[in-house]
């Protein structure tokens, strides 16, 4: 049977590629994180964003979504307010509701670090506790007025033992969540005055008993034990690791550093590497095996970099199996090698092995009214100038070019569908811009005149067009060529 495999999608990712290139078949569930801008959900406004998010799961129908509120640089500050009272967790769980629904998310993911942690109040314990409490119970009763699906509530949870201890009344949190995701990374970072693995498996006797809880095993053990159904734990899964900068010619665990390590060409963080950047950096270093802890590191020159590999990947998702816990979380959909570029291994190296270890499926292709399997969309590459081109190698059916261009297009455009046309207005970069599609093929085939369809003034019986920005449009060509333009 699979597991849960629950990924986050960072903004950031959007700075380096499209929604549309975010495979949908890699997992169970997506979180679109790192969003808020204010505690109030109602002010969020990245209606495009959310709109072509959500629209993967038109590749998938098995796939489901979740906002992410909260997240570390969000603080504590604003959760103590929002949970305090009765009438302020009301208040929220309304505000929630209507935005899952318009949104079209399938849940949340509370992402509160952490309840009586990090400013937080020691009565925040209790207060977490309610407002999970109110929130699985206010989405249970909007479900059954409305017909819909329960939406689903997840949280990230603390690994650090003495911060769980803190923070949490695990057995009745458990009760509500439908997933926990325990932050089974950051147990060592340039904080530290050594070097120290992002995520071991298992502690190691070069580490002291202060800090024999500081991995992956311990921290689920901790919550099991103090009441987690196994089935609800997430074991979180980094696709980052952690770097130092050393201070002397010692190269093991507990070496002496002097900070960070050297921020990458991506990220651009000190102290952190992506697994994109990593890959790069074993050219010519020394990388090793901590076998008690059943993860690698390297080292080149000062710097040093505790990380994952599909094989350190491999070994946690079967102890996962064997522990029958629930799946596994992701962070960060875009620090893996989703282009395939960097590391030699195809895109998502990282995300591919848990997915096949977990036995995460990948559903039927959905059915284009009869005409044959609808393909996944098209890869998308940025020119010298920028902009975006559906790769020559992904050539597929044009009665499917309708569906996949609604697919593709930001969500502030309002489409019209008459007779096989798809009329598509007001873009985000672009007022009052107008996109048609016309596809002779699909036309034909649902038994419209083409002829009646010309006279929109916007197509061409050899594709699509739009017409000169003279006339307020864009103009951009789809005719047969194999590289379509966007």
Not at 61 to 80: C, E, H, P, V
Not at 94 to 110: P, S, W
Not at 227 to 243: C, D, I, R, W, Y
Request: hydrophobic share 35%; net charge positive; proline share 5%.
């Amino acid at each position: 049977m699979g597991k849960a495999l629950l990924l986050t999608v960072s903004l950031v990712f959007l700075h380096h590629i499209a929604f549309e290139n975010i495979d949908p078949c890699l997992c169970t569930h997506l979180v679109y994180s790192h969003v808020n801008t204010t505690d109030d959900i109602s002010k969020w406004k990245d209606e495009p964003n959310y709109k072509r998010f959500n629209g993967l799961k038109l590749s998938n129908k098995n796939l489901k979504t979740l906002i992410g509120f909260g997240g570390w640089k969000f603080g504590t500050s604003r959760f103590t307010s929002i949970a305090a009272t009765k009438k302020s967790r009301s208040k929220f769980i309304e505000a929630v509701i209507i935005f899952l629904r318009k949104q079209g998310f399938d849940g949340l993911d509370l992402d509160w670090k952490y309840p009586a942690a990090r400013g937080s109040p020691r009565k925040d314990k209790k207060h977490f506790t309610l407002l999970v409490k109110e929130l699985f119970e206010a989405f249970t009763a909007e479900a059954q007025t409305s017909g819909k699906d329960r939406l689903l509530l997840t949280a990230p949870v603390a690994s650090n033992i003495n911060v769980i201890k803190k923070g949490y009344e695990i057995a009745m949190v458990s009760k509500y969540l439908d997933f926990i995701s325990v932050i089974t990374y950051h147990f060592y970072g340039n904080w530290n005055k050594f070097t120290g693995h992002n995520s071991p498996l298992f502690r190691s006797s070069v580490h002291n008993d202060h800090q024999s809880n500081l991995n992956v095993q311990s921290a689920l053990k901790f919550w099991a034990d103090k009441g987690a159904p196994a089935e609800k734990l997430l074991v979180a899964f980094p696709t980052f690791g952690n770097s130092y900068t050393l201070k002397s010619l010692e190269t093991g665990l507990r070496a002496p550093v002097s900070g960070a390590g050297a921020p990458g060409p991506y990220t651009g963080k000190s102290g952190l590497l992506a697994y994109s950047e990593i890959c790069p950096f074993l050219k010519g270093a020394t990388r090793k095996l901590i076998n008690e802890q059943k993860v690698p590191y390297a080292f080149k020159g000062d710097q040093w970099v505790g990380y994952d590999d599909p094989q350190s990947f491999e070994t946690k998702a079967q102890w996962l199996k064997k522990n029958k816990f629930a799946g596994a979380m992701v962070w960060a959909l875009n620090l893996d090698d989703y282009s395939g570029t960097q590391c030699n291994q195809g895109a998502y190296p990282l995300v591919k092995t848990l997915k096949s270890v977990l036995d995460i499926k990948s559903p039927e292709a959905p059915k284009d009214k009869g005409r044959g399997e609808i393909q996944p969309l098209p890869t998308v590459h940025k020119d010298k100038n920028g902009d975006d081109h559906w790769a020559a190698e992904d050539k597929f059916p044009m009665t499917r070019l309708i569906q996949s261009t609604l697919q593709y297009l930001p969500n502030s455009i309002t489409t019209t569908v008459i007779s096989g046309t798809m009329v598509a207005k007001s873009p985000d970069s672009k007022e009052n811009s107008l996109l048609c599609v016309f596809v002779k093929e699909y036309v034909e085939s649902d038994g419209a005149d083409p002829q009646q369809t010309k006279d929109s003034n916007c197509l061409t019986e050899d594709g699509l067009r739009t017409i000169d920005k003279e006339e307020n449009r864009d103009k951009v060509t789809f005719l047969n060529s194999p590289d379509y333009t966007l």
